[in-house]
C-alpha cells in the first residue's frame, strides 16, 4: 500500500507530465503553423547550392544539388521555428521580393 506521501508525489508526477505533453503538443501545432508559411529563397551556388530565407536571420543551408538543398533547408526551416517559438522571438511575415520564384 502507498504512503500519502507516495500518492502525492505519483500525482503530481503525472500531472506534471500531462502539462508537459500538452505543451509539447501545443508547440507542435505552432511549428505546423508556421512551416504552411511560404518564405521566398535565395540561391547562391558554389560548389554546392547554398539556400537561405533571408527573413529568418541565419536560416540557411546547402546541398549538392538543389533540391537535396531545399530539403536541408526545409528540417533547418523548422528547426529555426522551433527554437524561435521556444525562446520567444516573433517569427517574421515573410517578404516577397522580385525574382523569387522559390518559396519554402
Not at 508556421?34 to 539556400?51: D, G, I, N, Q, S
Not at 527573413?55 to 540557411?60: E, I, P, T, Y
Request: aromatic residues 8%.
Amino acid at each position: 500500500m502507498k504512503s500519502d506521501f507516495t500518492k502525492a508525489l505519483d500525482q503530481h508526477i503525472q500531472d506534471k507530465t500531462e502539462d508537459r505533453i500538452k505543451e509539447h503538443s501545443e508547440l507542435l501545432s505552432e511549428i505546423d503553423k508556421y512551416m504552411e508559411v511560404k518564405y521566398p529563397v535565395t540561391f547562391e551556388r558554389t560548389r554546392h547550392y547554398f539556400v537561405e530565407l533571408r527573413d529568418l536571420a541565419g536560416c540557411c543551408d546547402s546541398g549538392v544539388s538543389k533540391e537535396s538543398a531545399l530539403a536541408q533547408l526545409a528540417i533547418t526551416k523548422r528547426n529555426w521555428i522551433k527554437n524561435a517559438l521556444e525562446d520567444g522571438i516573433d517569427i517574421p511575415e515573410p517578404s516577397y521580393s522580385e525574382g523569387s520564384d522559390v518559396t519554402i
